[in-house]
């Protein structure tokens, strides 16, 4: 039977609170005892499960246990935009999610969600870690959120079923899923594409069942979900660094004490070093594995690809407060 949203919400929402009961059972043994819930729809060993993790780790070590974090990974907790809700609502304590999954209520993400704003890595970890990011993230308390770190998500570029694409013509008639953000719709309608928005866990059977020709994604997503098996050309179309970001619910910051919620955003903040060494192994693995399991790659005609995506840009950037915070951005290349 397919989940609706509203049972699989009472389902996610029983699930935590189990996890809940476990937490209180735990609090009559040791003091206060503190488990956080975080979501993430990556799977196990994902350097974004893992990163927050070990956040989860260095509370447990420094608290003596008292405080501590548990990753519901592969998306046991729901599909992105849905686990933000529940981390709003204080269901979930924190979550690790897209850019793209949240461009709609999070403005300020749109900016680093858009195509070629990012030269490089190196230029992506520049803003994130500089003044961009951090409005970025103080952004987040406009809807009951506190933002504690910005995660790569390395460069996406599209693969498909096909054929090579090497200009946007070869996009045409292509059924191509995004992620949903109507800014990666927009920019795929423009190249000629034919967008279709689907929730990450959906994409793999979309793909076997041909209701896609292809997607868009990072390296290590295109491996860690499967996806290559069925999606035999990767394209480099490096048109995206769309970051991640890990988010906290301000009621489960709140109810701690000073010191635990300088603990807490101490030890993000030393996640994203940390994230950063996984990911570039996790990159370079990846591409290997692809490449050892006869993915064709080729390149792109990327001048192409950027005027076809300016249009969507100067919508986009037309006004502050983007303007601005792209300009700080393309200020820091
Ligand atoms: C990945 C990202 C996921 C998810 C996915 C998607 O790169 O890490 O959180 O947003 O893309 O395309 O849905």
New binding site residues.
């Given amino acids: 039977m397919r989940l609706t949203r509203r049972r699989w919400l009472a389902q996610a929402a029983a699930a935590v609170a189990g996890a809940g009961l476990v937490a209180r059972a735990g609090t009559a043994i040791a003091d206060a005892r503190r488990l956080f819930t975080a979501a993430?729809?990556?799977v196990a060993g994902?350097p974004?499960v893992a990163a927050v993790e070990w956040i989860g780790a260095r509370l447990a070590e420094s608290t003596g246990g008292r405080l501590g974090i548990r990753v519901y990974h592969s998306g046991q907790l729901g599909r992105?935009a849905d686990t933000v809700d529940l981390t709003r609502f204080g269901a979930i304590d924190l979550t690790?999610?897209?850019f793209?999954?949240i461009n709609n209520p999070f403005p300020l993400t749109r900016v680093a969600a858009l195509p070629y704003v990012f030269e490089s890595t190196a230029h992506m970890r520049r803003a994130m870690d500089g003044e961009p990011g951090r409005r970025i993230l103080a952004d987040f308390a406009r809807r009951d959120l506190v933002g504690l770190a910005i995660y790569d998500?390395?460069v996406?570029c599209v693969y498909n079923v096909r054929r090579p694409i090497v200009e946007p013509g070869d996009l045409a008639g292509l059924k191509l899923?995004?992620?949903?953000s109507d800014i990666f719709l927009h920019f795929m309608r423009g190249l000629g594409a034919n967008p279709t928005p689907l929730?990450?866990g959906e994409?793999y059977s979309a793909l076997q069942t041909h209701l896609i020709d292809g997607?868009?994604?990072?390296i290590?997503?295109f491996d860690s979900s499967r996806q290559f098996e069925v999606a035999r050309h990767w394209s480099e179309t490096r048109h995206s660094y769309?970051p991640?970001a890990l988010l906290v619910s301000r009621r489960s910051f709140e109810q701690l004490g000073r010191a635990d919620r300088e603990r807490l955003v101490e030890f993000a903040r030393a996640s994203v070093p940390y994230m950063r060494g996984l990911w570039d192994d996790a990159e370079r693995s990846s591409r290997a594995k692809v490449l050892a399991a006869g993915v064709q790659v080729n390149d792109v005609d990327t001048q192409a690809f950027r005027r076809a995506s300016q249009p969507l840009l100067d919508r986009e950037l037309g006004e502050p407060p983007l303007r601005g915070l792209h300009a700080a951005i393309r200020e820091l290349e």
């Fill in positions: 993430d729809v990556h994902y974004t992105e690790r999610v897209n793209a999954a998500s390395g996406r899923r995004v992620p949903p929730a990450f994409v997607a868009e994604n990072n290590k997503s769309s991640e």
